[in-house]
């Protein structure tokens, strides 16, 4: 079985920073592409940066120049440093991941449940 487990959320103010960090256990041999999710409520889940394993990044426009993703392969962690946060950026944020299991062929996917992070004006 693998998981994946966030944390880091909490609540901060307009303008302030917080760094989440996800986490994956379990019989894992490679993993390729780790991203970071988020949904609003009543919004549909969108993605909010991601990570390959030979160090590509993209980030979705509203957060570029804000939100630094980072992953340390050792620790099968990914991370989102997040500074300048506003009030929009509230949202759930779900860790996902594209991986290989041990002794298993292809890829799968797998989420995290998520991380609250509230932005107060």
């Known amino acids: 079985q693998v998981q994946l487990v966030e944390s880091g959320g909490g609540l901060v103010q307009d303008g302030g920073s917080l760094r989440l960090s996800c986490t994956a256990s379990?019989?894992?041999?490679?993993?390729?592409?780790m991203k970071w999710y988020r949904q609003a409520p009543g919004k549909q889940r969108e993605e909010v940066a991601s990570?390959?394993?030979?160090?590509?990044?993209n980030y979705a426009d509203s957060v570029k120049g804000r939100f630094t993703i980072s992953r340390d392969d050792a620790k099968k962690s990914v991370y989102l440093q997040m500074n300048t946060l506003k009030p929009d950026d509230t949202a759930v944020y779900y860790c996902?991941?594209?991986?290989?299991?041990?002794?298993?062929?292809?890829?799968?996917?797998?989420w995290g449940k998520g991380t609250l992070v509230t932005v107060s004006s």
């Open positions: 996902n991941a594209d991986l290989t299991r041990l002794l298993r062929f292809g890829s799968e996917n797998y």
């Open positions: 379990g019989s894992i041999l490679f993993i390729r592409t």
């Open positions: 990570i390959t394993s030979d160090g590509n990044i």
